[in-house]
Structures are given as structure tokens and as C-alpha cells.
């Protein structure tokens, strides 16, 4: 135990070194060899922090914070496996309707339709995502950032900004995926005018923030290299402008949700077809609801000086938010694709069933031919 508190002791940077010495001088009434003591003393932690903040570049105190720690045997926190664990069940969350969506079209002849397009390109976009959720969890995020190497720290920022501007566009093509099925379902009215404008909107915005997410740093590549203090640059409120794009995709999730609900209840339809066009949208419901919950890794993020470990709620909770909106989508074809299966099977039973069964001519013939 001595031998590792002399060789943490040691690693420690100059600056580190010269805090400790005025902690140990002026806020603590421990032996500088106690350990312990020291470990479990606040007003000697307290200064300890405040100096290294105040002396020693990021990376000093990175290091600094990492050896106390490790030295006060600290628990080390992670929660990568989190990470791994929603990316694995999302994109089988996600597969499973999206690949039913894709057999029904197949059945039905309509291979290259613009729904199928569309469908293609959500699943390029949340495979990335999927894989880069495997990268991040890889390069640390899920730890504290004192625990990770520097390197990592700028490429878990360097993927967060690339998963920022796939999130924004990703949902904004769900919300079109809604806004389309509409159109084909009412098909003429008012309310195809007013999906229109609807869609015009949503295509606008989503190049507005999507433009302000890439380039909200100058230069760009500020977004990722700003955390050590080594490198010049400015950055727009990041903040600002991701509190701004959750505001108005809550908006537009329940304006989309909402749209078709009073026309649907004038049309003539059965208790069976709107109880399942209810379901759809209380799945919708749903989604906005985890968009609400994401607020709170938000504000957790805007005061946050330990990245690398606080991302992991909007990680989560963006991949779920996406991961659920796609399988909603897909839920009119996985009916459709179900109630055929059903059809097939009761078909094949039906058949098995006159094959195995003698008719009623054959039963006579064969009594006749015995007597």
C-alpha cells in the first residue's frame, strides 16, 4: 500500500504537487503520509480541487483527479455495457418490423417504392448509429472521463457530434414517414393541404438545425478538440441550440401524433380498425414521452464537466426514441404481413384437413363393396 501511494505520489504532475503541499499546509491537519486520513478529509479534497483547477492545465488535472483516486480506491464507475446492451436490442427492436415492412412490399410487388426508400435510408442511418454506439462505448463513454486516455476523449466528442446531426435528420424522416401514410390514408380533404405545409416545415427546420449542429464551431472540428483548453476557437450556445431542437421536435411529435385523430373519428371505419390506428398512436404517445424524459440527461449535460460519463442518458434515450418511432411506423405493415400469415396457415390446415378426411361418397362406396 505505501509502495502505491509513493509511486502515485510520484506520477503526479508539478503542479498537482505544489497544490498538495499548500493543502496539506494550510486546510488539513493530516500527516502527509496518512492516506487515509487524507482520502477522507473534505476541506483538504476541497482545496486540493480548487488549485488544480485554478494551476494546472486540463490534462494536469485530468491526471491528477485519475491518481488521487485510484489511490483513495475510489469505485470506478462505468456504464459502457448500458451503451452495448440498448444498441444490441434496438437495432433487433428496429430489424424485426422493418424487415416484416419489407416482406409484405415483396409480397405485394412493390419493391422500389419511395416508403421503401425511405425505409432503407432510417436503416443506413440507424445501423450507423448502432455501430457508433459500439465505438463510443469502446473509446469510454460510460466512464468517468478522468479514467480515459486523452485520445479517447476527443474521439467520444468527435462521434457524439456525427450521432448530433444523424439523430436530428433521423427523426425528422420518421415524422415524414407519418405525414405521407396520412396522405395515402385520407388521400383528398383539407387536411392533405395541411399536410403540405406540414412536411414543408419539417423539411426546413431539419436543414436549419442540422446546418447549426455541424457548424455550430468554428472551426468545425473545435466541437471535439475544445475540452483541453490546447486549441482556438469559438462555438455557438450548444446548449441552446439542442434545448431548441428537442423543444420543436416535441412539437412536431404532437402535432403529427394529433393531425389525423378527429378525422379519423368522422370516418367510417370499424371499432376494430380505430382501436388499431389508436394502438399506433399510442406508440406515438410514447416516443414523445421519451423525448420529454430526454430532457433531463439535457440539463444534466448543459452543467456537466465530466462528458464521457453524463452523454450515456442522451445516448440512451435518443436510441430508444428512434428505435421505437421506426417500429411505429412499420406497425400497418407488420399487421398486414400477420393477418396474411394467419390467412396461409388456416389455409394449409384447411387443405390438411380434406386430404385426411374421407368424403362422404367414399364412405358409402367402401360400406357397399364390404357388405
Known amino acids: 500500500m505505501a509502495q502505491n501511494s509513493n509511486n502515485s505520489l510520484a506520477a503526479l504532475p508539478q503542479c498537482s504537487v505544489t497544490c498538495m503541499a499548500n493543502a496539506l499546509a494550510h486546510n488539513s491537519t493530516c500527516s502527509p503520509s496518512n492516506t487515509t486520513c487524507l482520502c477522507t478529509d473534505a476541506l483538504f479534497q476541497n482545496a486540493m480541487a480548487a488549485c488544480t483547477t485554478a494551476s494546472c492545465t486540463v490534462k494536469e488535472s485530468l491526471t491528477t483527479l485519475n491518481l488521487t483516486n485510484t489511490l483513495c480506491n475510489v469505485p470506478v464507475r462505468d456504464r459502457t455495457d448500458q451503451i452495448r446492451r440498448i444498441a444490441i436490442v434496438g437495432i ?30 432510417r436503416q443506413a442511418i440507424l445501423i450507423t448509429v448502432t455501430v457508433m454506439s459500439f465505438l463510443l462505448a469502446h473509446e469510454g463513454l460510460g466512464r468517468d472521463i478522468w479514467t480515459i486516455p486523452f485520445h479517447n476523449i ?42 403540405y405545409v406540414a412536411i414543408a416545415v419539417i423539411v426546413l ?17 473545435f466541437y471535439w478538440n475544445e475540452w483541453d483548453g490546447e486549441h482556438r476557437g469559438q462555438c455557438l450556445d450548444t446548449n441552446a441550440i439542442i434545448w431548441a431542437n428537442a423543444g420543436i421536435n416535441i412539437v412536431f411529435d404532437l402535432f403529427v401524433i394529433l393531425l389525423p385523430v378527429w378525422k379519423i373519428h368522422q370516418m367510417n371505419m370499424s371499432k376494430r380498425n380505430k382501436f388499431q390506428a389508436g394502438l399506433m398512436f399510442l406508440v406515438g404517445i410514447l416516443i414523445t414521452t421519451i423525448s420529454i424524459v430526454r430532457l433531463q440527461s439535457l440539463v444534466v449535460y448543459g452543467r456537466s464537466q465530466n462528458p464521457t460519463y453524463d452523454l450515456v442518458g442522451i445516448v440512451f434515450y435518443s436510441m430508444l426514441e428512434g428505435e421505437i418511432a421506426v417500429f411505429c411506423v412499420c406497425m400497418p405493415q407488420m399487421r398486414r404481413l400477420i393477418l396474411d400469415l394467419f390467412a396461409i396457415l388456416d389455409l394449409r390446415k384447411n387443405k390438411e384437413t380434406s386430404n385426411t378426411t374421407p368424403s362422404t361418397s367414399q364412405f358409402h362406396t367402401s360400406q357397399l363393396t364390404r357388405s
Open 92 to 121: 433487433v427492436l428496429a430489424a424485426v418490423p422493418a424487415t416484416m415492412r419489407f416482406i409484405q412490399h415483396y409480397r405485394r410487388g412493390l419493391l422500389f417504392t419511395g416508403d421503401d426508400l425511405q425505409l432503407n435510408v
Open 154 to 195: 476527443t474521439m467520444v466528442l468527435l462521434y457524439m457530434w456525427v450521432m448530433e446531426l444523424l439523430y436530428v435528420f433521423y427523426l425528422q424522416l420518421i415524422k415524414l414517414a407519418f405525414l405521407f401514410f396520412y396522405m395515402r390514408l385520407f388521400q383528398s380533404g383539407r387536411i392533405i393541404s395541411v399536410i
Open 205 to 221: 427546420t431539419s436543414v436549419i438545425f442540422t446546418f447549426c449542429s455541424a457548424f455550430q464551431c468554428d472551426p468545425v472540428n
